[in-house]
Nanobody, 123 residues
């Protein structure tokens, strides 16, 4: 049974940092990619980042480039999203999800989703 569980969300001031985790079970990161998405109140869910299973190549949405870093620990079957220089507009529920490859980072392409973790950036 494929499952992903997010953790690491919380409240932080602008300019602060958080590290989100996406722990997977029932599959191997050697064969699946993991994407991070976010959804703010009243807005559509949008792709943030993705890391490929085959070669670890990465994708970042323009609005997080230079601030967020995606990485993985295959031994722990876990993907991380390090978020630095956080802005109020980064406030959202963050989700991780599985996909074969990071070819297209769009909601309909991804298969198994976690429940999400809330990130709030406010002074």
């Amino acid at each position: 049974q494929v499952q992903v569980v997010e953790s690491g969300g919380g409240s932080v001031q602008p300019g602060g940092s958080l590290r989100l985790s996406c722990a997977g079970s029932g599959f191997s990161l050697d064969y699946y990619a993991i994407g991070w998405f976010r959804q703010a109140p009243g807005k559509e869910r949008e792709g943030v980042s993705c890391i490929s299973g085959s070669d670890g190549s990465t994708y970042y949405a323009d609005f997080v480039k230079g601030r967020f870093t995606i990485s993985r620990d295959k031994a722990k079957n876990t993907v991380y999203l390090q978020m630095n220089s956080l802005k109020p507009e980064d406030t959202a529920v963050y989700y991780c999800a599985t996909v074969d490859e990071c070819t297209v980072v769009a909601v309909p392409i991804f298969d198994y989703w976690g429940q999400g973790t809330q990130v709030t950036v406010s002074s």
